[in-house]
């Protein structure tokens, strides 16, 4: 009997734990690759000089445009800095947007004035706060060194980005998300 109730609680066990999982928050504590970190990090810059310079050209906020060409010099210092360090890893970076910023992107060229400056400074403030957690993460949990210092080095200017991108985001009327 004892070896009965036993099966059929390690049977439970093993059919629950998986219906457990699913309904589980998904936290992503395990560090990035190095190389995906790196990647991902070319993509969103590259995703921001773009949408910066869109900014300039169709935003009717001052500040917006100024926040825009803010993202065009920062992102693109960082660029060039992570290509450096890359070239000598032997890491092959992307050199296109990858489809999410790409459609991020379409559906922003369609937009002018008031309405591209709202949807451009929401999709910076979540832009930048996910950049904040990766960096944070990796800053300390990269295992090249100079990946990690690249990460901790970036990290203070991105922390900026998302303050200003958030203060952005409330003059042009809407608080942010």
Known sequence: MRNVVLTALVGLAVTAAPIAAKGAKKTCTKP????????????AGMAEVELGK?????????????????????????????????????????????????????RL???????????????????????VNEFQRESTAATDPDIRSFAAKTL?????????AQDDYRAVGVSHP
Do not use: C
């Open 156 to 164: 203070p200017t991105l922390e900026e980005h998302l303050k200003m």
């Open 32 to 43: 990035m690759s190095d190389q995906t970190f790196v990647t991902e990090a070319v993509q």
């Open 54 to 106: 869109l900014a300039e050209e169709r935003a009717s906020s001052d500040q917006v445009k100024s926040f825009g060409q803010r993202m065009v010099t920062d992102h693109s210092r960082a660029n060039d800095e992570l290509k450096t360090i890359t070239q000598s890893k032997n890491i092959t970076l992307p050199t296109d947007l990858n489809p999410h910023d790409q459609a991020l992107y379409d």
């Open 109 to 131: 060229s369609k937009l002018s004035g008031t309405a591209f400056d709202r949807a451009y400074m929401e999709a910076m403030v979540t832009d930048h706060k996910e950049d």
